[in-house]
């Protein structure tokens, strides 16, 4: 293996390894090789790391290294010579106040007797410009203790690290090339904006540790956001990189199984992010989805809201992830205003350190001649030049042990050859900016924890455990500053505890502190300008939000809707589109007997069997009891069909009963006539019992009245028809003696004979297993069919059956008879009655089987009705026809004649 390749770039996996050999080959001839090497790969790669540092050298010095420039350099590659990094530019304002922070903590702490007593915390800060290689360089220059641009030999040839921990990694790559680096050394890393959720496994990253949740929280956070606001159809706009994808990872997670979906997820480079912000544009405009989740760096999303602006693009709700939902820039930026307003976001807790605004107004540059970063943002701020006081600064800078780089301080004043100088009354009070805002620190309050945890952590380590030591003793520690181990480092970080001088207790659960996230909203003001307002906290994953004071991207207090289909209403169930998302479904409509009373449901559910759905079905009513009432129409018809017969029937019995010495009367045997008469109305009158509610008696007697009338009615008929025939008979010589067997006696004696047997077949068939009231369930309707259910089959086909042999046989015997004179046509008549009666009573049957409900008892009325007006009409129409309107033909000569 070559001495060069254990120089290979961080991101490459060597270079962890590249440590590893450090560790162990501690001999004179590896670090005379490896010092050859590190002066070839300095010249090579060009390395300018500015240096930030105010304060004096300290018993304890810790490390900082921030992403203090934003605008990162091309890489020369001519390919004629290696490649040479040139210097960052665009000053960071935000990450300038986290720099001062760190300064000002460090500060509080050397004035507080409670803290480190007797030990002095010094600082040095790096700017790493957010460039993998130079992260990795400054990493070394901080634990190597040395101040030139190169310093790997000086990590191995110095006694031990000066500086015992490392505040940095703004991003989470930087985090993980910290803490690989350093993993072998054991030097504590602490993150003040590094989220990613890999950085909590501390078999990968021991000796790391933030004070910002990991972005699992973040996401968990968003995630409910939708839930809670119903937004089931999520676009997403995401970094390529680790915080991008794990955060996107992590809301997909929270949302699985809740009904949320993402319409489409866009990846943004950070080399190529105003080509991918115009194609997430375009993607945005055309997409369906309303509510559009963004997890990128600031800088990304003002260009995805100035190609979203140029598109007209103003009617989407933005989620905003910590990376961007504080950003000034984009809340100042009047070209996007419209589409930025109504944003809502998750931001990092925010907080106020006293004093902190005082020590930021009282910066000045001519306090703080070595202070590059100060100038730098004193020119820009007030446009004026201050190239005289660098000037001084340099010559004594020169004169003193100050390492700043003439060629980067060239670099860092671009605009003293343009403007004016610098009167020097200039002062920060009173400007407001990002850099003077301390209402709501974020990134400057996490690195003003970092220092605090470093700070009990040193003094956790540095204390005496002799409690007899005198308190008088100034030097209240029994490890010395100079000599610290990074392992029991280590383990006096993981056990952290304190109250910060605002009150909140502060520990870390692995790497990790307890997630706590503010939730804000870009509101329109009055002027038209957006701002800030805090609408809500998260502790945890309890949400905290006032909803009513939330402005939407509509401008109003109502809330976006963002789905793919809209849910589905009471009474409709979900079904999946295939091939699509959840959340895009059609609604179906519930079936009858279904209900579903929720909206959004995913299936109906059955009604349970004494109920049914209501129209809408969306909700189980109780079953109505159905049954042939005399209210409903089919009821009132057959009940004037009965009366109506009842009322002919007894027509024909008054003028039977007028007219009984009338040959027609007599002749047609009045006293069966009479008989039969007031059996038909038996008949008609049975039919009533069988409308209205069926109860136990009513269903006893309708079947028992049925059978009984109609052998009664049949059973005259049968006698009258076999009168006739021996009548006839009897007229044939020898057969005199046949009528003495047919008198009234015998009549009568027929009938009631005929008749018993059918009281008898009822009265042991309604003893035995008699009809009874029964709510019929089976059929799937919306009522309850209220039936009398026949118990014994075999009871009523009896009855039935023996109706039949009687009618058969009348039939049978009115059939011999239909020869006897045309003028006596008595039979003719029994004859067509009965064909009518057998056919009505025939057809019913099947038609009885086949009918559900009630309309089986309409059946069976309308047959008792039929049958019954056929018999009346069949054999005393034709009589009353000749009693009243043929009075002539009403004389014995006219029926004795042929």
């Known amino acids: 293996m070559s001495w060069v390749s254990l120089f290979l770039p961080p991101w490459s996996s060597r270079a962890p390894s590249l440590l590893l050999l450090v560790m162990v080959g501690r001999d004179v001839g590896l670090r005379v090789g490896l010092e050859g090497v590190q002066t070839s790969m300095c010249s090579r790669l060009g390395l300018r790391v500015e240096e930030f540092n105010q304060g004096q050298d300290g018993d304890v010095v810790i490390g900082g290294l921030f992403n203090l420039h934003y605008q990162v350099p091309g890489i020369d590659q001519e390919f004629i010579k290696p490649p040479f990094y040139n210097p960052c530019t665009g000053l960071e304002a935000e990450i300038l106040k986290a720099v001062y922070a760190m300064e000002f903590a460090v500060e509080e702490i050397n004035r507080n007797p409670l803290i480190l007593p007797g030990v002095k915390l010094n600082y040095r800060i790096l700017d790493d410009c957010g460039l993998h290689p130079w992260v990795l360089h400054g990493a070394f220059s901080l634990v190597g203790g040395e101040r030139e641009s190169c ?9 031990g690290p000066s500086v015992p921990l490392i505040i940095g990694g703004a991003s989470s790559t930087t985090a993980m090339i910290l803490s690989r680096t350093l993993a072998s050394l054991s030097v504590p890393v602490i993150s003040y904006l590094a989220s990613c959720p890999c950085l909590s496994d501390r078999h990968r990253f021991p000796n790391f540790f933030r004070t910002i949740p990991s972005d699992v929280y973040q996401a968990k956070t968003m995630a409910r956001l939708a839930i809670l606001f119903n937004w089931t159809w999520i676009g997403a706009v995401i970094a390529n990189n ?53 997890f990128t760096w600031h800088r990304n999303v003002r260009e995805l809201f100035l190609q979203l602006a140029k598109r007209n693009v103003t009617d989407r709700q933005f989620l905003a992830s910590e990376a961007w939902s504080t950003s000034k820039d984009i809340l100042q930026d009047v070209a996007i205003l419209k589409v930025a307003s109504g944003v809502l976001g998750v931001a990092i807790r925010s907080a106020r350190i006293p004093g902190f605004k005082s020590f930021l107004q009282g910066l000045k540059p001519s306090n703080r001649p070595g202070d590059l970063l100060l100038q730098e943002f004193w020119e820009k701020e007030f446009e004026c030049s201050l190239s005289m006081t660098l000037s001084n600064s340099q010559s004594l800078s020169d004169n003193s042990t100050t390492n700043i780089s003439p060629a980067s301080h060239a670099t860092r004043s671009p605009l003293a050859a ?7 009354r200039e002062t920060l009070e009173g400007v407001q900016n990002i850099f003077t805002d301390t209402a709501h620190l974020r990134a ?36 010395s500053p100079y000599n610290i181990t990074q392992n029991e480092l280590l383990e006096h970080l993981n056990k952290v505890n304190f109250t910060t001088p605002n009150g909140e207790e502060f520990f870390f659960q692995g790497a990790d502190i307890p997630a706590a996230y503010d939730l804000v909203n870009w509101k329109t003001s009055p002027d038209g300008s957006l ?38 209403p009471p009474g409709t169930r979900r079904a999946n589109r295939k091939g699509e998302p959840v959340c895009c479904f059609d609604c179906i409509p ?6 579903s009373n929720e909206t959004g449901s995913h299936q109906c559910r059955r009604c349970p069997v004494e109920f049914w759905s209501n129209p809408g079905n969306t909700a189980c009513i109780p079953r109505k009891v159905d049954f042939l009432s005399f209210n409903e129409t089919m009821g009132i018809v057959l009940t004037t069909g009965a009366v109506s017969g009842v009322v002919v029937t007894t027509v024909v019995f008054v003028i039977f009963l007028c007219y009984h010495n009338t040959p027609v009367v007599r002749a047609n045997n009045s006293e069966l006539s009479f008989l039969l008469l007031l059996s038909l109305k038996l008949c008609f009158l049975c039919a009533l019992v069988f409308i209205g509610r069926p109860s136990v008696w009513s269903c006893r007697l309708q079947q028992a009245a049925f059978g009984i009338s109609f052998v009664l009615c049949v059973s005259c008929l049968q006698v009258k028809t076999i009168v006739v025939l021996a009548a006839f008979r009897s007229a044939r010589p020898g057969a005199g003696g046949l009528m003495k067997w047919f008198g009234p006696g015998q009549q009568r004696g027929s009938v009631c004979f005929f008749t018993s047997i059918q009281v008898i077949i009822c009265t042991i068939w309604l003893s035995l297993s008699p009809p009874i009231p029964h709510r019929d369930l089976g059929f799937q309707g919306s009522k309850v069919n209220l039936e009398c259910a026949m118990s014994s089959v075999v009871g009523f086909a009896v009855v039935l059956g023996y109706i039949g042999f009687l009618a058969c046989l009348c039939l049978l015997l009115a059939f011999l008879a239909r020869k006897l004179p045309d003028n006596f046509n008595e039979a003719k008549f029994i004859t067509f009655s009965m064909l009518i009666f057998c056919a009505v009573w025939v057809a019913f049957v099947p038609a009885y089987i086949s009918s559900p409900g009630k309309y089986s008892v309409a059946v069976e009325i309308f047959a008792i009705l039929a049958s019954s007006y056929g018999l009346l009409l069949c054999i005393f129409a034709p009589k009353c026809f000749i009693i009243l309107l043929r009075p002539e033909r009403n004389t014995k000569k006219q029926l004795m004649g042929r």
């Open 418 to 424: 343009t403007l004016s100088l610098c009167t020097g």
């Open 242 to 294: 680790d915080y991008g994808r794990l955060a996107i990872q992590a809301f997909q997670e929270e949302i699985e199984g809740s009904g949320v979906c993402l319409a489409f997820s866009e990846f943004l480079n950070r080399e190529t992010f105003e080509e991918d912000a115009r194609r997430a544009a375009s993607i945005i405009e055309h997409s369906t989805a309303r509510v559009i989740l963004i």
């Open 151 to 159: 310093t790997l030999y000086a990590l191995l040839s110095s006694g």
């Open 444 to 479: 400057a309050y996490n690195t003003y924890l970092a220092v605090y945890a470093a700070a009990h952590a040193l003094h956790s380590f540095l204390s005496c455990p002799d409690k007899d030591r005198s308190p008088r003793d100034n030097s209240s520690t029994c490890s």
């Open 531 to 568: 701002k800030l307002v805090l609408i809500g906290r998260v502790d945890g994953l309890e949400l905290h939000l006032n909803q009513t004071s939330i402005q939407w991207t509509t401008g109003s207090n109502q809330v976006p809707i963002s789905v793919c289909s809209a849910s589905c």
């Open 590 to 595: 519930c079936t009858d007997g279904e209900v």
